[in-house]
């Protein structure tokens, strides 16, 4: 009896060692798939960070776009709400310039229509045994007055600064692509006025990041081929024009 439980040792540890490699083989085809999985995982990665975006953006449309409800008035989320906006600016853009009538006489005429109402109406309670209108009272919140100047504060300064750096001679791309923008205002502000510039440009806030987040790839590829062309275009310039122009005298030939 004591001889029966050792001719069974070799049996049970053979059977052992079989689960035992079963269990190291599964955990190497497990490590093995989370390599893959990893490699899966990082090949897209690699991807997009090969992908041309458009003003070397990394962020979705959205969030370029400050996010929030103004992103989504502009990339018509809420269709409804981007519709009564659009022709809302519409109708003012009518108003002014089709119909030629003047913000003054259009703010006017609102408040005359809008108290005669109210007055008639306060007025009118009293023969039909009714208790007068309560009119809420309407304060312009401090907080919200300072954010919208402080906005425009911090947009202002950058504004300047960048002015600055540009005038310092430091940045010659920045200067040739603000003169060009400038000199492109100029045309359009000799075409049309003020108004019909402002409304062709919400218009335009409301139909191209549209198009471009519906059509991005394509866009951003042909941004890249666009980009490549006016960088050899700017080096032959570069080469010819600006390398030729003189340059004042070098600080070394000032000291000797």
């Known amino acids: ?36 999985d990893k490699g899966k995982k990082s090949s897209p990665d690699s991807v997009k960070a090969k992908i041309y975006r458009l003003f070397g953006r990394e962020k ?17 989320r809420d269709k409804k709400i981007s519709a009564g906006v659009l022709g809302f600016a519409t109708a003012v853009w009518v108003l002014f310039e089709l119909l030629e009538y003047h913000l003054l006489t259009l703010v006017c005429h609102i408040l005359m229509l809008a108290l005669g109402v109210l007055f008639l109406w306060s007025n009118a309670s009293t023969f039909i045994n009714k208790a007068p209108p309560q009119f ?19 947009e202002i300064n950058r504004a300047l600064a ?9 940045e010659l791309k920045k200067f040739l692509a603000v003169i060009a923008v400038l000199w ?3 045309i359009l502000g000799s075409c049309c006025n003020f ?8 218009v335009l806030l409301h139909t191209l990041p549209l198009l471009y987040e519906k059509y991005e790839d394509q866009v951003d590829s042909f941004a890249e081929k666009a980009e490549a062309e006016i ?23 000032k000291l000797l």
Do not use: C
């Open 162 to 170: 960048i002015l600055r750096e540009i005038a310092s001679g430091r």
């Open 60 to 76: 979705p449309v959205h969030k370029v776009l400050g996010g929030g409800k103004p992103a989504d008035i502009f990339l018509w």
């Open 1 to 36: 009896m004591s001889d029966h439980p050792s001719d069974h040792d070799p049996a049970v540890e053979s059977v052992m060692e079989k689960i035992a490699d079963k269990f190291h083989d599964h955990d190497s085809s497990s490590s093995s798939d989370s390599d893959d």
């Open 195 to 202: 108004l019909t510039l402002f409304y062709i440009t919400f």
């Open 184 to 186: 492109i205002f100029s």
């Open 231 to 253: 960088k050899k275009q700017y080096a032959v310039f570069n080469a010819k024009v600006l390398t030729k122009i003189p340059r004042g005298p070098l600080k070394d030939k």
């Open 136 to 154: 809420p009272e309407v304060i312009l919140p401090e907080d919200i007055v300072l954010g919208v100047a402080s906005a425009f504060r911090i």
